[in-house]
Structure formats: structure tokens, C-alpha cells
């Protein structure tokens, strides 16, 4: 049995849906596998004063990253989890928040070049991803500005 063609795009995005770390995996891995490697990518917040800032409050994600080790590790970081049990919860409560990360995903994929995946190295989508990223945090901070 072959495993799935193509691959999948990661997001991890604040409260307003503007992206703050982006990744690529293969189709057929598990989503749960790109959670750890997506917190640590976030970027240090500079300040004028006192150390930089790199904490999340709070994580909203799938049922597909339920696990008592990323409970453990979020819990060990800080981060209060808000992930709903498979079987357990309903996954109606998280989805009022998800379309906040499913728009961003949209707006990432909004680019021409990113909606069919030309590269065949990895990289290069990558960083054509990251592009994306950059620019729509530009285009939404410049609306948030004015």
C-alpha cells in the first residue's frame, strides 16, 4: 500500500488569524508530528524593555494533536491547551475559533504560485510558503496600522 502523494502545509496563527510560523510535511504524516517543531519556530518578540517575549497564553488546535505528552510539554511551557478529547468533546466548541486559522490558510493559498505546488524540492515551497507568510502579515498589519 503507498503512502499519500503531496504534502500538507502547517500554520500556527495568533488570535486574529495572522501567521506566526509556517511548515511543510509530507501528505501522509500525522498532523500531531508538526505541533512541537511549530511552537518552538515562533519568532522572539523584541521589546524596549526586559527580555524578549516567546510565550503563547493559550493553544487552540485539532483533535488530531490530542496527546498526554503534548498536554505534559504545553503545560511544562506555560501554554494552557485547549484541545478537544477524540470521543470525549465535541469538536463544535473549537470550531467557532477554527475558521480563524482556516481563513488564514486561505489567504496563504490566495497566491497563485502556492495553490499547485510547482517546486519539487521541498525548500523552495518552503520558503515560497514563508514568503506568503510575510506578506499577508504586512498587508494586515498595514490595515491594523491605519
Known sequence: ???EKGSKPHVLSEARGIPLAVAVSGA???DNLALKPLIRG??????RRGPCRRRLVELR??????SADHFAWLRERGIVPRIARPGVESSERLGRHRWKIERS???LFGY???TVRYE???SRFLALLGLAAA???YKKLAKLAT
Open 105 to 107: 490558510i486561505a489567504w
Open 120 to 122: 519539487r524540492k521541498g
Open 42 to 47: 515562533i519568532p522572539a518578540i523584541r521589546s
Open 28 to 30: 501522509n504524516t500525522h
Open 112 to 114: 497563485r504560485r502556492l
Open 1 to 3: 500500500m503507498a503512502g
Open 135 to 137: 506578506l499577508t502579515c
Open 61 to 66: 488546535a485539532d483533535k488530531a494533536c490530542f
